[in-house]
């Protein structure tokens, strides 16, 4: 179960920085609230998720979700380059989160 709000943890990361750059610099009321309720969300998420999963796992895992999330959307959602060398990168840390994943007996 840790392993799901690790995961969801995760995904709210992604969700409050989409909706941060929405919020033009905090400036616009709706993107900014749902960014400050996502950010609250990933923490929570994550400290339910580290009574189990070790603290260096937990974290490299809930930001690789973040990057590699927040990576994707900024590609569809902003038309950010997806390079060969961004993609590459994008792959060297995924590689890193499946290893961090097995190498953890949880």
Known sequence: M???YLFAAGL???VWAYFMKESE???RLAPSAVTITAMVASVALLSVAMRTIPLGTAYVVWTGIGAL???AVGIVAYGET???ARMA????I???LVMMKL???D
């Open 103 to 105: 190498s953890t007996s």
């Open 2 to 4: 840790a392993w799901i």
């Open 12 to 14: 709210f990361e992604v």
């Open 69 to 71: 999330g927040t990576f």
């Open 82 to 84: 997806m390079s060969a």
């Open 89 to 92: 990168a994008a792959a060297i």
């Open 94 to 96: 995924l590689s890193g």
């Open 25 to 27: 610099g905090f400036s």
